[in-house]
Nanobody
Framework: QVQLVESGGGSVQAGGSLRLSCEAS????????LAWFRQAPGKERERVAT????????NYADSVKGRFTLSLDKTQKTVYLQMNSLTPDDTARYYC????????????????????WGQGTQVTVSS
């Protein structure tokens, strides 16, 4: 059973940066799809970014493109979401997610396709 543990959330002023981490208990391997989603109060869950470890393709929501970067550390146990130029609209609870056994294409964009989820970490951006 894979466990995902997020960290790095917090409160920051608009224009600031945060780096979220998601550590997988068994590490990440080729064929894994890594993803970050977020959900603000009263809003639907939103995909933020995905990364396929098979074809090395990343995908970002238009709302974060150019500001957020998803990366995997060299030990392949931790995935990071670097968030720059944060705005109050980025305020949400952020979740990392994992889908295993995905080959040959970019990762799915819907949350329903992901099997394992972390508990989430809160990001609050003040104006």
């Amino acid at each position: 059973q894979v466990q995902l543990v997020e960290s790095g959330g917090g409160s920051v002023q608009a224009g600031g940066s945060l780096r979220l981490s998601c550590e997988a208990s068994l590490g990440y391997i080729r064929g894994d799809c890594l993803a970050w989603f977020r959900q603000a109060p009263g809003k639907e869950r939103e995909r933020v970014a995905t990364l396929s470890l098979d074809v090395d393709i990343s995908n970002y929501a238009d709302s974060v493109k150019g500001r957020f970067t998803l990366s995997l550390d060299k030990t392949q146990k931790t995935v990071y979401l670097q968030m720059n130029s944060l705005t109050p609209d980025d305020t949400a609870r952020y979740y990392c997610a994992l889908r295993q056994g995905w080959y040959g294409s970019a990762c799915p964009l819907t949350g329903a396709a992901y099997i394992y989820w972390g508990q989430g970490t809160q990001v609050t951006v003040s104006s």
